[in-house]
T-cell receptor, first 115, second 116 residues
Framework: EAGVAQSPRYKIIEKRQSVAFWCNPI?????LYWYQQILGQGPKLLIQ????????DSQLPKDRFSAERLKGVDSTLKIQPAKLEDSAVYLC?????????????FGPGTRLTVL | AQSVTQLDSQVPVFEEAPVELRCNYS??????LFWYVQYPNQGLQLLLK??????LVKGINGFEAEFNKSQTSFHLRKPSVHISDTAEYFC??????????????FGGGTRVLVKP
């Protein structure tokens, strides 16, 4: 079974530019998560999708961040315009949908550096 | 809302020595508990989890953790570490009542450096 795929793996941009990250979850996983991991900190949930609907985006800075999951499969996370403090690793994870615990599987992440 | 505190940001340890990584959590509801490992330039890998039942949980690579409800702790241990255990370790909790969520709240991480 293929794991969670993310691209690009690395991205360097200047502040005020825009950037987009892509995630392809494990086949059959209805739930998809985007986390932000700033250097030296634990991951923080940005947004959670169930199929193509948003379950939780309470910690997404909506003035500059946006995310979509068209057709309930792949997802894109965008930052526009980027700030220096957006430098981080962006992790995508996916899990099955159910009424009990479902393990989250993580992709390798995209490391963003904003100069 | 939950929070997770990992009391040690870095733990240096000699090869074949034991290691313990401390984790305390705060939550107003029942939680699931997890330990993840992150090797350099890789994503997170689940080491072990506590869902219910025995409070002593065994995971991969010889790690184990014990859930202590009264102390709201979930400390991770390994009796003898290898060089390959050098990595960052994250404790996390998930609200047990979130039927469609399983959203994870992570601690700040503990960097383990195994020395020869």
């Amino acid at each position: 079974e293929a794991g969670v795929a993310q691209s690009p793996r690395y991205k360097i941009i200047e502040k005020r530019q825009s950037v987009a990250f892509w995630c392809n979850p494990i086949s059959g996983h209805a739930t998809l998560y985007w986390y932000q991991q700033i250097l030296g900190q634990g991951p923080k949930l940005l947004i959670q999708f169930q199929n193509n609907g948003v379950v939780d985006d309470s910690q997404l800075p909506k003035d500059r961040f946006s995310a979509e999951r068209l057709k309930g499969v792949d997802s894109t996370l965008k930052i526009q315009p980027a700030k220096l403090e957006d430098s981080a690793v962006y992790l995508c994870a996916s899990s099955r949908l159910g009424n009990s615990y479902n393990e989250q599987f993580f992709g390798p992440g995209t490391r963003l550096t904003v100069l | 809302a939950q929070s997770v505190t990992q009391l040690d940001s870095q733990v240096p340890v000699f090869e074949e020595a034991p290691v313990e990584l401390r984790c305390n959590y705060s939550s107003s509801v029942s939680v699931y508990l997890f330990w993840y490992v992150q090797y350099p330039n890789q994503g997170l890998q689940l080491l072990l989890k506590y869902l219910s039942g025995s409070t002593l949980v065994k995971g991969i690579n010889g790690f184990e953790a014990e859930f202590n409800k009264s102390q709201t702790s979930f400390h991770l241990r390994k009796p003898s570490v290898h060089i390959s255990d050098t990595a960052e370790y994250f404790c996390a909790v998930s609200d047990r009542t979130e039927a469609a969520g399983n959203k994870l709240t992570f601690g700040g991480g503990t960097r383990v450096l195994v020395k020869p």
